[in-house]
């Protein structure tokens, strides 16, 4: 194809090998992850066949980090992480300083210098997010005590990585790399450096904190009031890649960090739930680019070539950072069951190891090999991790059926740290999609019998103002994933979506019965097919409009002309059971019922 361009080739390629790979691995019960990064061996060097173009996936990848961090950004949490700041942040610290000197003290035995220790043991020293998160997802957990021990554990390695970008590149020359650029040689002057790069990111943290937690939701405030998805959009994408590159170039940051900052600034606003919705799409699809760009640079071989040496770095991490992990758990006195969940979630590695990586081998820190081992060792503990929380299970139950052995390895008075997050003020409250003309009439009815309820809609102008009469609404398209969980839908007592655009109605059922399986429902719609197909999946009530406001008008009508208002009544509703029983019914032509056509049978009978 002479017009095709190697552009357009590695995205093409890249992006149907990683879904051929991920269906595969899903289907074998493995992260999709693990099908992104083989989809990356498949079209890298080290494979026959198609090679991609090395230095366009390397820039794509970038952008795949910056919307990685800018995601990171988004949902990190202060709240969260000083509900279990006690065991969260010193066993953090410490369980990355163990797993650092563990990997180092490889790297040292093989000959490596102490730069190439330092990015190697920090490489295996940081867990995955994005693994963790899905697993907890699977398994229930993310809600729980040691669900939010293990996140908050994770946002501190994170924040930790971090910081190890930011000060990597200003330590490379004293650690036996390069500089990158050269500006952080400073003369050779190791403090002086330091200093410089620590002074130009507390200048770039002090301006984002000050000016742009305030500009940067004011910016989106005003795409919003426009009413239009793609300014939105736009400037959602606009500010991660804006903010991320003016860093970058002012301030001599790292992408990464100025991505973070972005979305931790936006995080604050009540836009970010539909900001990380409208961008994640576009995050995922860069994301998976970028993991197809790190399976590009692992070379297989490694696993024949040096098969001891893979062995040593999947012990590091399933095994030494597991047990330190256990340890660091049961020393802060919480149970056995929560030490053992923490190490499952530390045994793998993922999105910042390459990161790091990538960093690493660009400032001649790291050599090949070593990226060869830790690439090798986040496929295999990725794919072993499912394996570590089925074992968790088993030890929990042994130790349910043997609480004198479970005993033994915690120390009296243990029990779980209470946790400073706050319950949802919502309880059993309606959720209204939409505040049109029905939702409003619905919302002010249960105003007027003081029955809580929250607003979603899309109009942000309309959700400032019912902020500013004192309704809780919340800014967003309910269909995309985080807006439902904003409005408390777990603990909602009806979902009524009243927006006329009924197609979207089925997933938004399906992802409030996720959250909330007893949930009523109560659907607005103007089609007869879409009607019985959503009263297939037993929703509480389904109402066609137009057949409603027939309805009406023929009572009216009835009325007027001199049948009695039962009968009337009476003769409405049976139209409206039989409609609902014959699928091809239309109102305008509802049978009439036999026991309803009395009068006229009657004159003719009299005649």
Same mark, same amino acid.
């Given at each position: 194809?002479?017009?095709?361009?190697?552009?357009?080739?590695?995205?093409?390629? &890249?992006?149907?090998?990683?879904?051929?790979?991920?269906?595969?691995?899903? *289907?074998?019960?493995?992260?999709?992850?693990?099908?992104?990064?083989?989809?990356?061996?498949?079209?890298?060097?080290?494979?026959?066949?198609?090679?991609?173009?090395?230095?366009? +996936?390397?820039?794509?990848?970038?952008?795949?980090?910056?919307?990685?961090?800018?995601?990171?950004?988004?949902?990190?949490?202060?709240?969260?992480?000083?509900?279990?700041?006690?065991?969260?942040?010193?066993? #953090?610290?410490?369980?990355?300083?163990?797993?650092?000197?563990?990997? =180092?003290? /490889?790297?040292?035995?093989?000959?490596?210098?102490?730069?190439? &220790?330092?990015?190697?043991?920090?490489?295996?020293?940081?867990?995955?997010?994005?693994?963790? !998160?899905?697993?907890?997802?699977?398994?229930?957990?993310?809600?729980?005590?040691?669900?939010?021990?293990?996140? =908050?554990?994770?946002?501190?390695?994170?924040?930790?990585?971090?910081?190890?970008?930011?000060?990597?590149?200003?330590?490379?020359?004293?650690?036996?790399?390069?500089?990158?650029?050269?500006?952080?040689? #400073?003369?050779?002057? %190791?403090?002086?450096?330091?200093?410089?790069?620590?002074?130009?990111?507390?200048?770039?943290?002090? !301006?984002?904190?000050?000016?742009?937690?305030?500009?940067?939701?004011?910016?989106?405030?005003?795409? +919003?009031?426009?009413?239009?998805?793609?300014?939105?959009?736009? +400037?959602?994408?606009? %500010?991660?890649?804006?903010?991320?590159?003016?860093?970058?170039?002012?301030?001599?940051?790292?992408?990464?960090?100025? #991505?973070?900052?972005?979305?931790?600034?936006?995080?604050?606003?009540?836009?970010?739930?539909?900001?990380?919705?409208?961008?994640?799409?576009?995050?995922?699809?860069?994301?998976?680019?970028?993991?197809?760009?790190?399976?590009? !640079?692992?070379?297989?071989?490694? /696993?024949?070539?040096?098969?001891?040496?893979? !062995?040593?770095?999947?012990?590091?991490?399933?095994?030494?950072?597991?047990?330190?992990?256990?340890?660091? $758990?049961?020393?802060?006195?919480?149970?056995?069951?929560?030490?053992?969940?923490?190490? #499952?979630?530390?045994?793998?590695?993922?999105?910042?190891?390459?990161?790091?990586?990538?960093?690493?081998?660009?400032?001649?820190?790291?050599?090949?090999?070593?990226?060869?081992?830790?690439?090798?060792?986040?496929?295999?503990?990725?794919?072993?991790?499912?394996?570590?929380? +089925?074992?968790?299970?088993?030890?929990?139950?042994?130790?349910?059926?043997?609480?004198?052995?479970?005993?033994?390895?915690?120390?009296? @008075?243990? =029990?779980?740290?209470?946790?400073?997050?706050?319950?949802?003020?919502?309880?059993?409250?309606?959720?209204?999609? @939409?505040?049109?003309?029905?939702?409003?009439?619905?919302?002010?009815?249960?105003?007027?019998?003081?029955?809580?309820? $929250?607003?979603?809609?899309?109009?942000?102008?309309?959700?400032?103002?019912?902020?500013?009469?004192?309704?809780?609404?919340?800014? =967003?398209?309910?269909?995309?994933?985080?807006?439902?969980?904003?409005?408390?839908?777990?603990?909602?007592?009806?979902?009524?979506?009243?927006?006329?655009?009924?197609?979207?109605?089925?997933?938004?059922?399906?992802?409030?019965? &996720?959250?909330?399986?007893?949930?009523?429902?109560?659907?607005?719609?103007?089609?007869?097919?879409?009607? *019985?197909? %959503?009263?297939?999946?037993?929703?509480?009530?389904?109402?066609?409009?137009?057949?409603?406001?027939?309805?009406?008008?023929?009572?009216?009508?009835?009325?007027?002309?001199?049948?009695?208002?039962?009968?009337?009544? %009476?003769? $409405?509703?049976?139209? *409206?059971?039989?409609?609902?029983?014959?699928?091809?019914?239309?109102?305008?032509?509802?049978?009439?019922?036999?026991?309803?056509?009395?009068?006229?049978?009657?004159?003719?009978?009299?005649?």
């Amino acid at each position: 194809m002479p017009h095709a361009t190697e552009l357009i080739a590695i995205i093409a390629l &890249g992006l149907v090998l990683a879904f051929v790979c991920g269906m595969v691995a899903q *289907r074998l019960r493995l992260p999709p992850l693990v099908g992104y990064l083989l989809a990356g061996v498949l079209v890298g060097p080290y494979t026959p066949g198609f090679v991609g173009n090395g230095e366009l +996936a390397g820039q794509l990848a970038e952008i795949g980090v910056i919307l990685l961090m800018f995601g990171v950004g988004l949902h990190f949490s202060i709240k969260d992480l000083m509900a279990v700041r006690a065991i969260a942040l010193p066993g #953090a610290v410490v369980q990355i300083a163990v797993a650092t000197a563990m990997g =180092g003290g /490889l790297a040292l035995a093989w000959g490596w210098s102490l730069g190439a &220790g330092l990015v190697f043991g920090l490489a295996l020293s940081v867990a995955s997010t994005v693994v963790l !998160l899905r697993a907890l997802e699977e398994r229930a957990l993310l809600d729980s005590d040691k669900g939010r021990i293990a996140v =908050g554990w994770l946002i501190v390695e994170d924040l930790a990585m971090v910081l190890a970008l930011v000060l990597l590149p200003a330590l490379a020359p004293s650690l036996g790399g390069s500089g990158g650029d050269g500006h952080h040689a #400073a003369g050779g002057n %190791l403090w002086l450096t330091l200093g410089l790069t620590l002074a130009k990111v507390a200048v770039f943290a002090g !301006l984002m904190l000050v000016v742009g937690r305030r500009f940067v939701p004011w910016l989106l405030d005003q795409a +919003a009031r426009t009413g239009s998805r793609e300014l939105f959009t736009l +400037a959602v994408l606009a %500010l991660a890649l804006g903010i991320a590159f003016g860093s970058a170039e002012l301030f001599g940051v790292s992408f990464a960090l100025g #991505a973070f900052f972005a979305g931790m600034v936006l995080a604050e606003s009540d836009l970010s739930h539909q900001a990380a919705a409208d961008s994640l799409p576009l995050q995922d699809a860069f994301a998976v680019l970028f993991f197809v760009s790190v399976g590009m !640079l692992f070379d297989p071989g490694i /696993l024949l070539r040096e098969p001891l040496s893979v !062995l040593a770095v999947l012990g590091v991490i399933l095994l030494g950072k597991s047990i330190a992990a256990v340890a660091i $758990v049961l020393a802060f006195r919480h149970p056995v069951g929560t030490a053992l969940t923490i190490a #499952a979630s530390l045994a793998q590695i993922g999105e910042f190891s390459f990161i790091l990586v990538s960093l690493g081998l660009s400032l001649k820190l790291l050599p090949p090999e070593g990226r060869d081992l830790i690439l090798g060792g986040a496929l295999l503990s990725i794919t072993l991790n499912p394996l570590f929380f +089925a074992l968790v299970g088993r030890i929990e139950r042994a130790l349910a059926d043997r609480p004198e052995l479970a005993a033994r390895f915690e120390r009296k @008075g243990a =029990g779980e740290v209470a946790m400073a997050v706050e319950t949802a003020p919502r309880r059993r409250h309606a959720v209204v999609i @939409g505040y049109g003309r029905v939702g409003s009439s619905i919302g002010k009815a249960l105003q007027t019998w003081d029955l809580p309820y $929250v607003v979603v809609d899309r109009d942000r102008r309309r959700v400032l103002e019912l902020r500013q009469q004192g309704i809780d609404a919340v800014f =967003g398209d309910a269909g995309a994933p985080g807006i439902l969980e904003a409005a408390d839908i777990g603990s909602a007592r009806l979902l009524v979506i009243a927006t006329p655009d009924s197609h979207n109605a089925g997933r938004l059922i399906e992802i409030a019965r &996720g959250a909330n399986p007893r949930i009523d429902t109560l659907i607005r719609t103007h089609s007869d097919g879409e009607r *019985r197909r %959503l009263e297939e999946r037993r929703v509480g009530l389904v109402l066609m409009g137009e057949r409603e406001l027939a309805l009406g008008m023929t009572l009216y009508a009835l009325r007027s002309l001199g049948v009695k208002e039962g009968e009337a009544r %009476l003769f $409405v509703d049976s139209s *409206r059971q039989e409609s609902r029983a014959e699928p091809n019914a239309e109102i305008e032509e509802a049978p009439i019922a036999p026991e309803l056509r009395p009068h006229k049978e009657a004159d003719a009978a009299g005649a």
